[in-house]
């Protein structure tokens, strides 16, 4: 765009979000037609995302950052990304996206035995067709009919794999037909459902390619026939099945994935899922438990390591509490069959450096290049409504001003440079860098937090006013800072009222530690591993030993690990408003993850423990410093991730209708991003918020088109 003055757009925050808002509106393709400033919070972007560099250049995470191998939207921006940047492979160790990124196909769940001890169970994915990010195919794969074929696939071959398990009889031979037509098809389904029966495997699996070729063609069946043909094949299927489970973990958990697909089957049929336009949403109200209770899966089946692996992923957990599980069933058996389906080269992707190295030092840098603005220590304060007084007839509300409070100010006003290089890999600190800051000394001594929703500092106030400021905002703030900074909208908007009531956040924990053992020698046998559905207060810990040669240690770790969890809320609805509130939930973190390497990291790692408890002496200090005992684990790594703004989202039944989506034109001049957004995958993770930022971009300039951004499937 030559001769004109470029619409600006204020983008508030700097999470995944936000990026990617700013990385489709500033793209060449515009023209230069939008300008785009993006108002940070303290020194780095990242939101829930933010890494830093600490002692050692220790990459210091808010949590456990995984990406899953069917984040198309976030991998295609990413790779994208890389592809402009296009550093020098001679100086730059991580110069594309496949160096940034690598493939890791072991997960793993752990199970409580009745002997009061945990088995571990972990499974290797073998690789899928393509890479995340490439080009679809004619064929999309991310519809309720695909994944619904793509089910029952998985439940033939499953049901083989239990059947050939049987060690006490002979096992059938799989059954191969050539899939009927669909008169075929209905004339087989009416002759086994007078029958009533099915009495051999075989005749399970030849039912089960009748259903399927019925399910491509659904509406061309009676329905109530079909809820009769599913349920002859759940109950057949259990009546024949059933028997062969054995102690043994493996035959366990595979059985109880067939219990919970055939409940999903009956329930996709029942609740006419494939015909109903709104798909999986249609049972959003229904807590997925108790919906796949209903429709046959057993207790055994729901409270299995498998569903509980998926609710900790999820960190589904109201207010903290572990017996308060909760996940809508349409969003949660997308995200599992998203995730177990539609996967590229690999299940999960894990990255070479930490998410500020990998994902957010790259956006900054692109984004820089195309002349975006970043705008560091702008914390935002309150989002002005028009005064309705002055809105003339029929005339939309919009948002008058952006108040924010300035941090800290650049010496000799300067612009902020937040990166250092670690080994050549652009980084962000885990402090500011206050040689760049005025009274950068004092601020350090007198501890200030500038990323702390307690820490209220401030250099001075500032307002922007629409139209000489901005034109646009995009609001990519975490849902739990709105309440604070959107007041007006909160109080005179029933829906960000009903908003803010009804989609729930809830706090988390992490901690990191760097060892002195390899894991085989702290008696881990297993490859690298992601493995949920562990004891609490830590659920979910990875293997990060990768990371070793990225950092700078004088006495070289040989392993690390990386866990994290839900934190649960005060029971004091007023505990939030004591300034000291953060330090104590950083040193309730603490106690709990020393009470859990004391008392549980055994079950796990049984040489890291001596007798019963923890071996300290293990644990590698940056300042290369022996403590006594469990002092020692001050010197790693830990957090309470309490900030409003931090707190992570949750996919509560109920709650699904009460997300605003960017694509919402209420407001003449604001989209929002995020991913407590309704955003077409309605979870907390990567893949939702930069999902949630394309569609604020189109909201805005119609770019990219709805079509492009995959797997948006609203209707």
């Known amino acids: 765009m030559t001769g004109d003055k470029p619409i600006e757009?204020?983008?508030?925050?700097?999470?995944?979000?936000?990026?990617?808002?700013?990385?489709?509106?500033?793209?060449?393709?515009?023209?230069?037609?939008?300008?785009?400033?993006?108002?940070?919070?303290?020194?780095?972007?990242?939101?829930?995302?933010?890494?830093?560099?600490?002692?050692?250049?220790?990459?210091?995470?808010?949590?456990?950052?995984?990406?899953?191998?069917?984040?198309?939207?976030?991998?295609?921006?990413?790779?994208?990304?890389?592809?402009?940047?296009?550093?020098?492979?001679?100086?730059h160790r991580i110069a594309q996206w496949t160096d940034a990124f690598f493939p890791d196909a072991h997960a793993g769940v752990a199970e409580l035995g009745h002997a009061g001890h945990w088995s571990n169970w972990t499974a290797f994915f073998p690789p899928a067709d393509g890479l995340p990010g490439d080009p679809l195919s004619t064929h999309n794969p991310f519809t309720i009919n695909n994944y619904v074929v793509r089910t029952l696939q998985l439940l033939h071959s499953l049901i083989l794999g239990l059947r050939s398990s049987d060690q006490t009889s002979e096992p059938d031979l799989p059954y191969e037909t050539t899939a009927p037509d669909s008169n075929a098809a209905l004339s087989s389904m009416l002759r086994l459902v007078e029958v009533g029966v099915l009495t051999s495997v075989a005749a399970v699996l030849e039912a089960i390619k009748i259903l399927e070729v019925v399910l491509r063609s659904i509406a061309a069946y009676p329905h109530s026939l079909l809820v009769q043909f599913i349920e002859l094949i759940a109950s057949s299927v259990r009546n024949l099945l059933e028997g062969i489970v054995t102690s043994d973990p493996a035959v366990k958990l595979r059985w109880e994935i067939i219990d919970l697909v055939i409940a999903i089957m009956v329930g996709a049929v029942r609740y006419r899922l494939l015909t109903d336009p709104r798909g999986l949403d249609s049972i959003n109200q229904y807590e997925c438990r108790e919906w796949l209770l209903e429709n046959g899966a057993s207790e055994t089946s729901v409270n299995s390591p498998f569903v509980r692996g998926l609710y900790d992923l999820a960190l589904a957990y109201e207010d903290g509490d572990p017996n308060r599980p909760g996940l809508a069933a349409g969003q949660a058996i997308r995200g599992s069959l998203r995730m177990f389906f539609t996967y590229r080269g690999s299940l999960f992707w894990k990255m070479r450096a930490g998410m500020g190295d990998i994902v957010f030092a790259p956006f900054y840098e692109v984004l820089k290049r195309r002349g975006v603005t970043f705008k560091f220590f702008?914390?935002?304060?309150?989002?002005?409504?028009?005064?309705?007084?002055?809105?003339?007839?029929?005339?939309?509300?919009?948002?008058?001003?952006?108040?924010?409070?300035?941090?800290?100010?650049?010496?000799?006003?300067?612009?902020?440079?937040?990166?250092?290089?670690?080994?050549?890999?652009?980084?962000?600190?885990?402090?500011?860098?206050?040689?760049?800051l005025v009274d950068g000394s004092a601020l350090a001594e007198n501890g200030w937090d500038p990323e702390s929703h307690w820490d209220t500092h401030r250099s001075s106030p500032l307002t922007l006013e629409v139209t000489r400021d901005f034109d646009f905002v995009v609001l990519g703030i975490g849902v739990g800072a709105v309440p604070y900074v959107c007041r007006e909208l909160v109080e005179q908007d029933h829906r960000w009222r009903m908003m803010v009531d009804k989609v729930k956040t809830?706090?988390?924990?992490?901690?990191?530690?760097?060892?002195?053992?390899?894991?085989?020698?702290?008696?881990?046998?297993?490859?690298?591993?992601?493995?949920?559905?562990?004891?609490?207060?830590?659920?979910?810990?990875?293997?990060?030993?990768?990371?070793?040669?990225?950092?700078?240690?004088?006495?070289?770790?040989?392993?690390?690990a990386y866990f994290c969890n839900i934190l649960a809320d005060p029971e004091s609805a007023n505990a939030e408003l004591d300034p000291e509130y953060p330090e104590q939930r950083h040193v309730e973190v603490r106690d709990n993850a020393i009470r859990f390497l004391n008392e549980k990291i055994g079950e796990l790692w049984p040489g890291a423990v001596d007798g019963k408890a923890f071996r300290w002496d293990l644990l590698v200090d940056p300042a290369d410093e022996k403590g006594n005992g469990q002092a020692q684990?001050?010197?790693?790594?830990?957090?309470?991730?309490?900030?409003?703004?931090?707190?992570?989202?949750?996919?509560?039944?109920?709650?699904?209708?009460?997300?605003?989506?960017?694509?919402?034109?209420?407001?003449?001049?604001?989209t929002v991003?995020?991913?407590?957004?309704?955003?077409?995958?309605?979870?907390?993770?990567?893949?939702?918020?930069?999902?949630?930022?394309?569609?604020?971009?189109?909201?805005?300039?119609?770019?990219?088109?709805?079509?492009?951004?995959?797997?948006y499937d609203h209707p």
């Open 9 to 91: 757009v204020a983008v508030i925050g700097g999470g995944c979000g936000s990026m990617a808002a700013a990385f489709e509106l500033s793209r060449p393709e515009h023209r230069g037609k939008y300008h785009v400033t993006v108002y940070q919070v303290g020194w780095r972007l990242g939101g829930k995302g933010a890494s830093g560099r600490g002692a050692a250049d220790r990459i210091e995470e808010h949590g456990l950052h995984i990406w899953l191998g069917f984040y198309e939207n976030a991998f295609r921006l990413m790779r994208e990304c890389y592809t402009e940047l296009d550093r020098d492979p001679s100086a």
């Open 378 to 436: 702008h914390r935002l304060q309150n989002v002005r409504l028009a005064d309705p007084a002055t809105l003339a007839p029929g005339e939309k509300s919009y948002v008058q001003a952006l108040e924010f409070d300035i941090q800290a100010e650049t010496v000799d006003g300067l612009e902020y440079q937040p990166l250092r290089d670690v080994h050549s890999v652009p980084s962000w600190p885990s402090q500011p860098d206050y040689a760049q």
């Open 506 to 560: 809830v706090a988390t924990q992490a901690f990191q530690i760097w060892m002195r053992e390899e894991m085989s020698e702290l008696g881990w046998k297993e490859p690298p591993v992601t493995l949920s559905a562990f004891c609490k207060p830590f659920d979910t810990w990875a293997d990060m030993t990768h990371l070793v040669p990225e950092e700078s240690w004088a006495d070289v770790p040989k392993s690390i």
């Open 633 to 670: 684990f001050d010197s790693q790594y830990w957090t309470a991730n309490v900030n409003p703004s931090d707190r992570y989202v949750l996919a509560l039944p109920g709650s699904m209708d009460y997300r605003i989506s960017p694509l919402d034109n209420t407001y003449d001049n604001m």
């Open 673 to 711: 991003a995020g991913d407590w957004t309704d955003c077409g995958f309605n979870e907390g993770c990567v893949e939702a918020a930069v999902m949630s930022g394309r569609l604020a971009a189109h909201a805005i300039s119609n770019s990219p088109a709805l079509e492009e951004i995959i797997g």
